[in-house]
């Protein structure tokens, strides 16, 4: 089985920054995209960034310039560096990602429980 754990997220202040980051572990071959989405309370989830293997990003309009996705994959982690935070940007974060598990023909997605950002206005 996978498992992927948030860590990282809290309470913080208009304009200031969070790093949150993501473990997967348990029994993987390898791990293709990562993403990063968010729900904010009463609102539909959403896609926040994504990073492949390879490196390649991309991100959502509305955190382009403030957020930096990153991936370690000898450790699989996946961070999502967030800076000029913005009281919209309140939601549970999840991390995720495309697992290929030893004895399986294809990829599958793997989701954490999520970990909660806060910002203040």
């Known amino acids: 089985q996978v498992q992927l754990v948030e860590s990282g997220g809290g309470l913080v202040q208009a304009g200031g920054s969070l790093r949150l980051s993501c473990a997967a572990s348990?029994?993987?071959?390898?791990?293709?995209?990562m993403v990063w989405h968010r729900q904010a309370p009463g609102k539909q989830r959403e896609l926040v960034a994504t990073?492949?293997?390879?490196?390649?990003?991309n991100y959502a309009d509305s955190v382009k310039g403030r957020f930096t996705i990153s991936r370690d994959n000898a450790q699989n982690t996946v961070e999502l560096h967030m800076s000029s935070l913005k009281p919209e940007d309140t939601a549970l974060y999840h991390c995720?990602?495309?697992?290929?598990?030893?004895?399986?023909?294809?990829?599958?997605?793997?989701w954490g429980k999520g970990i909660l950002v806060t910002v203040s206005s």
């Open positions: 995720g990602a495309d697992v290929l598990v030893p004895g399986t023909p294809t990829y599958m997605a793997y």
């Open positions: 348990g029994s993987i071959f390898s791990i293709a995209d």
């Open positions: 990073i492949a293997r390879s490196g390649r990003t």
